[in-house]
């Protein structure tokens, strides 16, 4: 199943975000990789653990839990941590496969469905689509700032 979802953050939360991540602080993103995908990851990821990651998790956390076409599709009992990347030049995540469990509150969950929602304009980057390997074709993504893929 893949579905892309139009403006799931509406402009003004889009904004609110932007201008959060203005301000966090960025680590390198093989932290949160399994083994195999930490050879292929290079990228940066924020740091959400101050009050300004807060902020960003909650606000993103309201919009995707909220929203009545990702309720029906997929039907979350629970969300991971959010991650939020950023790929600088010369860098990139290769081929890889999610990880089917993530840390969670409670220990690990179990994650099903995998997301990218995206908060750059593709007009403000170079590269940096998203490549999904999706029954039997390998298709590239660019959506616009605020779009979603499930």
């Known amino acids: ?3 892309t979802i139009a403006n799931l953050l509406d402009q003004p939360a889009l904004e609110q975000v932007q201008t959060l991540i203005a301000t966090v602080r960025w680590k390198d993103g093989a932290e949160t ?3 195999t995908a930490r050879e292929v990851k290079h990228n940066l990821q924020a740091d959400l653990s101050s009050r300004t990651g807060k902020q960003l998790r ?3 956390h309201a919009a995707i839990a909220g929203h009545p076409v990702l309720q029906a599709a997929a039907q979350p009992a629970r969300v991971s941590k959010l991650l939020i990347s950023k790929t600088e030049t010369g860098g990139g995540y290769g081929v890889h496969v999610d990880n089917a469990f993530m840390p969670h509150t409670d220990g690990k969950m179990r994650t099903d469905l995998s ?3 995206f908060l750059s304009p593709p007009e403000d980057y170079d590269g940096g689509a998203l490549q999904i390997e999706h029954a039997g ?3 590239t993504l660019r ?3 605020g779009d979603h893929v499930l």
Do not use: H
Request: charged fraction near 10%.
């Open 1 to 3: 199943m893949l579905i």
């Open 33 to 35: 990789a399994g083994k």
């Open 58 to 60: 909650e606000t993103l």
């Open 115 to 117: 997301f990218t929602l």
């Open 137 to 139: 074709q390998s298709l």
């Open 143 to 145: 959506p616009a700032a």
